[in-house]
């Protein structure tokens, strides 16, 4: 795959002599602004640190699927007793910066490395920031949905967010989400999500529902109709009815089998 300024394209697409529209072309409120994707970077800075954290306190870097798990790891994982039971609310954002072995965290990174800057840039700092963050907590919820007694952690929440919003953000400027490469990315990861084991469906659901709608009231609301402290205020309301779903879902099941323990 070939990469571009709004995503990935085939070897053939990308050899192709048309025009790309670019995800900032359609608005020129971003113009003159910086292009660095400071935030992408300093997200990809702050799980490896955490990564490198997490091992040194006791997590294998094959991932706890090895039977043991670092200190880290149990006071950050999202799961659904220590939430309802011990209301370590906290849960809801730590798990998105731990993860389960270092394939995990490379092949997240990478994907952040890849979509990050093409949002961050296409839509503001602030704008990004704030679709990451709901996202994440989109995809708290989606996973304490379905599978509350399962110890969660990982950024891909946040990340399906980004696919979400670049998704609605591309439509809305009249770039093709096919030919950009991003209807195939989504395809791909939703094909992996469901074959490969240990995956978090309802993360992966959440954050990108989370995302899609951060994407619209950004574009829609913040763009089109001037009004970006409205559609940030929109998006965190989005945040609040994730928080307050998870919450309510995370004790859904009761306790786990051996009680509180992960």
């Known amino acids: 795959m070939t990469p571009t300024p709004v ?6 697409c990308a050899r192709e002599r048309t025009k790309v529209k670019t995800m900032r072309g359609r608005s ?9 994707p400071v935030v992408t970077q300093a997200l990809i800075a702050i799980n490896v640190i955490v990564f490198v954290a997490a091992t040194a306190t006791g997590t294998p870097l094959g991932g706890a699927s090895s039977g043991t798990v670092g200190t880290l ?12 039971i011990l209301h370590e609310y906290y849960r809801l954002l730590t798990y998105g910066f731990l993860h389960d072995g270092i394939l995990h965290i490379a092949f997240n990174m990478w994907f952040l490395f890849i979509l990050g800057p093409m949002l961050e840039t296409a839509i503001g700092r602030v704008n990004f920031t704030v679709v990451y963050v709901v996202s994440l907590l989109a ?9 509350p007694l399962d110890p969660t952690v990982g950024a891909s929440g946040a990340l399906f967010g980004i696919l979400g919003a670049l998704m ?3 439509y809305y400027r009249g770039i093709s ?19 490969l084991a240990g995956i978090s469906i309802g993360g992966h659901l959440g954050g990108f529902v989370g995302g899609a709608i951060c994407g619209w009231l950004i574009v829609q609301v913040g763009e089109r109709r001037n009004m970006q402290a409205v559609a940030i205020a929109g998006c965190i309301v989005v945040g609040v009815i994730s928080v307050l779903a998870a919450v309510a879902v995370a004790g859904s099941h009761g306790l786990a089998p051996n009680g509180i323990t992960i």
């Open 7 to 12: 995503g990935m394209r085939c070897p053939a």
């Open 28 to 36: 020129s409120r971003w113009r003159g602004r910086s292009t660095a």
């Open 73 to 84: 790891y149990l006071k950050g994982a999202l799961y659904g007793p220590y939430i309802s």
């Open 139 to 147: 995809g708290a919820f989606g996973a304490l949905l379905l599978t």
């Open 168 to 170: 609605v953000v591309a």
């Open 177 to 195: 989400i096919w030919q950009s490469g991003l209807a195939l990315t989504l395809i791909i990861n939703i094909v992996f999500s469901l074959t």
